[in-house]
Structure formats: structure tokens, C-alpha cells
T-cell receptor, first 116, second 117 residues
Framework: AQTVTQSQPEMSVQEAETVTLSCTYD???????LFWYKQPPSRQMILVIR??????QNATENRFSVNFQKAAKSFSLKISDSQLGDAAMYFC?????????????FGKGTRLHILP | GAVVSQHPSWVICKSGTSVKIECRSL??????MFWYRQFPKQSLMLMAT?????????EQGVEKDKFLINHASLTLSTLTVTSAHPEDSSFYIC?????????????FGDGTRLSIL
């Protein structure tokens, strides 16, 4: 079975600084997707960034980028120029691609605090 | 963009009653919908996967008779918590996917906070 591990329950970063959230996963599949979701206090689930496993190039979305190391099964999220609005719970997630009902498996999350 | 509407957003009811939560895809046909449960300060745990017109597939440990899922149309799935008790209090989130040849994106509703007194 696939698992997603986030080893940092909480992190803090100074506003305007850069922070990296760690994530490792375990799978025997070769084709899959990895995601980072943001859940602010409103509890909405917001997709931050997505990475297809077959792509070697790391995904980027404005201030958010990932470091995808497929062999090491590592998928970290880097947030540059941190802003107060980035404060939230961040979930790393995995989804296989064997069939259409493949479910998203979430890690336990990392709560990110932004210090003004 | 695609929107998933979840209703109600918050419900408080007495122990022993049944509560229905609706999940609607507003501008796409959701062939597959997922129901998650989230305890305070914890992750989302998948409860079940439902496909339109067929029985839901429940995750291990989830009581089928307690959490009834119906996906009768391509735009609506419902979760009914039957004979709810305080331990069923939680945050429930639905998610829907438009299977148009791509396995993503997966759109999330805003969640339902269920409080059983």
C-alpha cells in the first residue's frame, strides 16, 4: 500500500523568507501524481502544485516550487518570499494512475506559521 | 473554474438522528466522488469512493450501514450519517472528479462540520 509521510508537524518562517516542507512517500507504482494542498483556517482544500511522476522537471507555480526526487521518493515544497497568507496546514498527497478510481492519499500535514 | 458545492456547511443535531450531507458538482459531470473525514488537527481520511449509478466502495474500518452513500446522478452524491452519535462529530469533505480522460483535477467541497450533541 502507498504511504505518504510528512515528518514536520509544525514549522515557522519569517515573512519574506524561504521555507521548505518535506515529504516522502512509498509506492511500487511507476506512474503516479504528487500534490501539495493548502488548508487555511477556513478548511478549504486548495491545490498548490502538482507533479507528474514521469516528468523529470520540477513543477513551479509562482512562489511555490517542488524538489521531486523519484529515486529517493521525496517530494519537498519550497515557498519563496513567504507571505502572511501562506499560513496554513500543508498536506502532501499521492495518487496512483492505474485506474480512474485511484484515490488521493494524504500525509498527516505540516502546519506552517508565518512570523511577521 | 469547476466548483463543488457541499451542503450544509455546519449542522448540529441530537444524538440518534440521521444527517444527510449533499455534494454537488455545479459545472461538470462527476463520474467519481470521494468522501473524506477529518478530525481536528488531523489529516483527511478517505471514507469511501462512489461512482454514479453503482454502490460505493468503502475503506477498511468504515461502517457501510452507518455512513450511507448515494451517487444517483452525475452531479450529486449524498452521505447520510445514520443514528448519529457524538463520536461521529467531525468535519466531512467531499471531492469530485470529472473524468474527461485525465485523472486530475480533483475538486473539493468546502466541507461540513457535523456536531452531535
Amino acid at each position: 500500500a502507498q504511504t505518504v509521510t510528512q515528518s514536520q508537524p509544525e514549522m515557522s518562517v519569517q515573512e519574506a523568507e524561504t521555507v521548505t516542507l518535506s515529504c516522502t512517500y512509498d509506492t511500487s507504482e511507476s506512474d503516479y501524481y504528487l500534490f501539495w494542498y493548502k488548508q487555511p483556517p477556513s478548511r478549504q482544500m486548495i491545490l498548490v502544485i502538482r507533479q507528474e511522476a514521469y516528468k523529470q522537471q520540477n513543477a513551479t507555480e509562482n512562489r511555490f516550487s517542488v524538489n521531486f526526487q523519484k529515486a529517493a521518493k521525496s517530494f519537498s515544497l519550497k515557498i519563496s518570499d513567504s507571505q502572511l497568507g501562506d499560513a496554513a496546514m500543508y498536506f502532501c498527497a499521492y495518487r496512483g494512475n492505474l485506474n480512474r478510481d485511484d484515490k488521493i492519499i494524504f500525509g498527516k500535514g505540516t502546519r506552517l506559521h508565518i512570523l511577521p | 473554474g469547476a466548483v463543488v458545492s457541499q451542503h450544509p456547511s455546519w449542522v448540529i443535531c441530537k444524538s440518534g438522528t440521521s444527517v444527510k450531507i449533499e455534494c454537488r458538482s455545479l459545472d461538470f459531470q462527476a463520474t467519481t466522488m470521494f468522501w473524506y473525514r477529518q478530525f481536528p488537527k488531523q489529516s483527511l481520511m478517505l471514507m469511501a469512493t462512489s461512482n454514479e449509478g453503482s454502490k460505493a466502495t468503502y475503506e477498511q474500518g468504515v461502517e457501510k450501514d452507518k455512513f450511507l452513500i448515494n451517487h444517483a446522478s452525475l452531479t450529486l452524491s449524498t452521505l447520510t450519517v445514520t443514528s448519529a452519535h457524538p463520536e461521529d462529530s467531525s468535519f466531512y469533505i467531499c471531492s469530485a472528479r470529472d473524468y474527461s480522460g485525465r485523472p486530475w483535477p480533483q475538486h473539493f467541497g468546502d466541507g461540513t462540520r457535523l456536531s452531535i450533541l
